[in-house]
């Protein structure tokens, strides 16, 4: 119990998954005169400001004299130059093209003209700086768009005043301000000291770009690192080397919660390479520094040989027992049972039940998965004169630094982070404990230390999706309608009381809202296993179950599926009106029929070929997906095709849209193909990739996007686009071959690729 209670309390878990969803409430601060003046840098007719949108206090940036820097997020060097700052970590999704991009539109800059750096991390400053819950555009999109804005804004005025004009006789395009009625025109370079002595406008005097009026936004850009991640550049955290570094690795308990007994150090020290081994009692907060023993080298071949002789007596009283094949067991136990506690009801299911034409019942389950990013968790940190400098492959920086200040003693401002490109985060890098470990080691060694895991280390200590069970049951009525719904999900808890990080439901969950009789009942599995945010967390797994089991409704109706979902859908409103994070039933109508005519649906196909199409709304996108699967005598699958159809607002970057709903496609078939977790006696079974087989470029599928580009503001896309994958695969398995799938991975029901 001791174990569970460990995870409970840990606020790191918790808070990843409240921060991956979390609005920005940045504003922009409002700078009378005396504060501008005090902000500002005047040299050689340029500018230095400080940022001006956050109500807490700014910070100087390291622009060269002469620049113009009207905010936090732009520089204009008198050359032309611009300097465009990505406030947000880059974990693959490309939101370091993105966001810029946003910027520049406002700022009627051409793209040529734009260099664009990672930002330092100051939430000071800059607001939210996270990446997760696909909210990293929602977030900042006013906030970027008011930053363009405002230089834009400056330069204009600059200009107006250089040619003694009204302002709103002036015109911007490409990096240049226009006079339109002489054909008079200046460079943003050449307005750039002007521009520097202006006062930053107040946000109400702004004005932003229709949408009809978007040259940048929607259009196929490169992204901004993909010449230097092709040419081998040290963007990762796997690259960064520091003079004088050292080599460390750190050995945990295989079982969540084991505490180092004793071990074997003196003969470690005695090794080749090896500068000290020493045991890290940690903090007993999971997502910070739990109890191992830190080998520090020469070499991380030094530090990884010695490990292999590394032998730890460990004190297992307080740790996990967990076993998969227990938990499983006591699920499909439970599953006849009303769940132990109500969390939602609506109308009334029992009589909706009694009076049904036809009755429906079926039990889901999936398993615990790994988030296994390709560049596995590490972290440089140097400890000297009192601070801790830590560069970091992160997701969530600004938590980064309030975990290693929490670990070492010491004050957050004694703490810089220095933020990386992520070699794959998926959710793993919302906890920080690669990076609290790192900071802690070297703060014991005194000289700059890098820290690698390896594979199996990724694999035994990672902050699992968790698996679940789903005692579904519905019924019919004599017009073949969905009349009522009841879903008894049976997950995990750590601390008896509430549902384990990404294994609850969450209000709004398809149909609720939808039909008049819905119950939604709960019961709770001990489990001392750390679990996490992992890519579209909780999503992920219940469409399957859910649209599964739609899937089966409109089978036993008699009803074409698509018919079934729009009726589903009803009128077009929000279910909860003023609140856009909501399913819009109208949006979500328009992607289901946008996927149906993408894929030919209701076409002929051969004998063991079959549609499958599944919708699902997460973390604010609207999607519908049809796979086109054919399965042959043996189980054999081929996915041939994956149609899919977004509504997420206005597209920014094109070309990184369509690689999000691409890269979601595959990595959900990846995933339900043959990928799971299982734990006996707290010890993950599966050590590395011959165990936890990804799936081979051969076997990806040609996948096609299109996105509906609706009015309302944009959300993001690295989430939303994979929870309807697998249920779309697994209805296409069905439609070929008459066999439902209620459990997954696949390879759990004999198919293979």
């Known amino acids: 119990m001791k174990a569970l209670e460990r995870l409970a309390r840990d606020p790191n878990i918790r808070a990843a998954i409240h921060d991956a969803e979390a609005d920005s409430n940045a504003v922009w601060q409002k700078l009378n005169r005396r504060t501008f003046l005090k902000l500002t840098g005047l040299a050689g007719g340029g500018l230095t400001l400080a940022a001006c949108i956050s109500s807490g206090p700014a910070a100087v940036t390291d622009e060269q004299p002469g620049d113009f820097a009207p905010n936090a997020f732009i520089s204009i060097a008198p050359d032309g130059s611009v300097l465009i700052y990505s406030k947000s970590p880059e974990i693959g999704q490309g939101i370091k093209t993105s966001a810029p991009m946003i910027v520049a539109e406002e700022l009627d800059a051409d793209w040529a003209d734009v260099r664009v750096e990672q930002a330092s991390i100051n939430p000071d400053v800059y607001g939210r700086q996270s990446a997760g819950g696909s909210r990293s555009i929602a ?45 008079r025109r200046l460079s943003y370079g050449e307005l750039a000291g002007q521009a520097a002595k202006l006062r930053v406008p107040d946000k109400s005097t702004l004005t932003f770009k229709s949408r009809d009026d978007y040259g940048l936004i929607g259009k196929r850009i490169s992204g901004v690192d993909n010449e230097k991640i092709v040419t081998g550049k040290p963007l990762f955290g796997i690259d960064q080397t520091l003079p004088g570094m050292l080599y460390a690795s750190y050995s945990k308990c295989p079982a969540t919660g084991g505490r180092v007994r004793d071990a074997n150090l003196d003969e470690i020290r005695a090794l080749p390479g090896i500068r000290d081994a020493f045991v890290l009692e940690g903090n007993d907060i999971v997502s910070e520094l739990m109890p191992g023993v830190a080998i520090v080298g020469d070499s991380t071949w030094a530090t990884q040989s010695a490990r292999a002789r590394l032998r730890i007596d460990w004190d297992e009283s307080d740790a996990s027992t967990d076993s998969w094949s227990d938990l499983a067991e006591q699920a499909a136990a439970l599953s006849n049972k009303q769940g132990a506690t109500v969390m939602r009801e609506f109308g009334n299911v029992d009589e909706a039940f009694t009076n049904a034409e036809q009755m429906l019942d079926a039990f889901y389950s999936y398993p615990f998965v790994s988030h296994a990013p390709l560049e596995p968790q590490n972290c440089t940190a140097w400890y000297h004169d009192g601070d801790m400098e830590i560069w970091a492959p992160t997701q969530r920086p600004d938590r980064a630094k309030d975990n290693v200040a929490n670990v070492l003693g010491i004050s957050k401002d004694r703490v810089t982070l220095y933020q990386l490109r992520v070699g794959g985060g998926f959710g793993r890098r919302l906890m920080n404990d690669y990076t609290c470990e790192a900071a802690a080691i070297a703060r014991k060694v005194g000289a700059p230390v890098k820290l690698q895991w390896t594979r199996e280390d990724d694999m035994a200590h990672d902050f699992y999706r968790p698996g679940g069970f789903h005692a579904l049951q519905a019924s019919l009525d004599s017009n073949g309608k969905l009349s009522a719904w009841q879903d008894h999900f049976i997950t995990f808890t750590h601390d008896g009381n509430k549902p384990v990080p990404s294994g609850e439901i969450r209000d709004g969950e398809v149909p609720e809202g939808l039909i008049d009789n819905y119950k939604l009942s709960q019961s709770l599995l001990p489990l001392g296993t750390p679990t996490g945010p992992w890519r579209a967390p909780r999503s992920n797994a219940i469409a399957f179950a859910v649209q599964s089991f739609m899937h089966e409704l409109s089978n036993a109706a008699g009803r074409d599926h698509v018919e079934f979902l729009l009726e589903l859908m009803g009128e077009p409103r929000w279910l909860d009106p003023g609140n856009a994070r909501v399913l819009n039933t109208g949006r979500a109508a328009a992607v289901i029929k946008l996927a149906a005519e993408m894929a030919g649906w209701g076409q002929q196909l051969p004998a063991g070929r079959g549609l499958g199409l599944a919708f699902y709304f997460s973390h604010a996108g609207h999607f519908a997906e049809i796979a086109d699967v054919s399965v042959d005598s043996d189980r054999k699958i081929t996915v041939h095709r994956v149609v899919v159809a977004g509504d997420v607002g206005p597209i920014i970057n094109m070309s990184g849209a369509e690689n999000q709903c691409q890269g979601a496609v595959i990595d959900g078939l990846s995933t339900m193909l043959g990928l799971e977790v299982t734990m006996e006696n707290g010890r993950v079974q599966e050590s590395n990739f011959h165990q936890y087989p990804l799936m081979r470029m051969r076997n990806s599928p040609t996948v096609d996007v299109q996105f509906i580009q609706s009015d309302f503001a944009p959300t993001g896309l690295g989430e939303p686009a994979l929870p309807p994958l697998a249920p779309a695969i697994c209805n296409a398995i069905y439609n070929a071959t008459g066999h439902r799938v209620r459990t997954l991975p696949l390879s759990k029901e004999g198919y293979s690729v």
């Open 139 to 183: 977030s900042a999109w006013d906030q970027l768009r008011e930053a363009g804005a405002t230089a834009r804004a400056m330069l204009v005025n600059a200009a107006a005043e250089s040619w003694g004009v009204a302002v709103d006789e002036c015109t911007t395009a490409a990096s240049f301000v226009m006079h339109e009625p002489t054909g």
